[in-house]
């Protein structure tokens, strides 16, 4: 990690250095698979919900600062993503509760929420 920047708009923070290996797979393809809106909410237990493509849509439009800039290319950009991935919403407190629900989404047979 890097030192703590303090008194930012986001508050303190701090980078986690990239592994070396993530570097040395830059230029290896990869193909999104979901699409997660996290909420950190003090005390909450995780939990992880799917959430209409539609929604998620708008909320991709809503969050994208020059989506308005790409017009019918920037909505075709996101519609195309949406085809590949599931959508959640997803509350939690704990980073290593998040942690092992986003592992669970990698099982074949997962649930629909967990």
């Known amino acids: 990690m890097s030192d703590i920047t303090?008194?930012?708009?986001?508050?303190?923070?701090?980078?986690?250095k990239v592994p070396d290996s993530h570097i040395e797979n830059m230029s290896v393809p990869s193909t999104p698979a979901w699409i997660i809106f996290p909420k950190y909410s003090p005390g909450a237990e995780p939990k992880l919900k799917a959430i209409p493509k539609a929604q998620t849509l708008v909320e991709l439009a809503r969050n994208s600062f020059n989506y308005a800039l790409h017009g019918k290319n920037g909505f075709s950009t996101l519609s195309q993503l949406l085809e590949n991935c599931d959508c959640f919403s997803f509350e939690y407190s704990q980073l290593d509760d998040a942690a092992t629900v986003f592992d669970r989404l990698t099982t074949p047979t997962r649930p629909a929420d967990l």
């Open 6 to 16: 303090l008194d930012t708009i986001k508050g303190s923070v701090a980078h986690m």
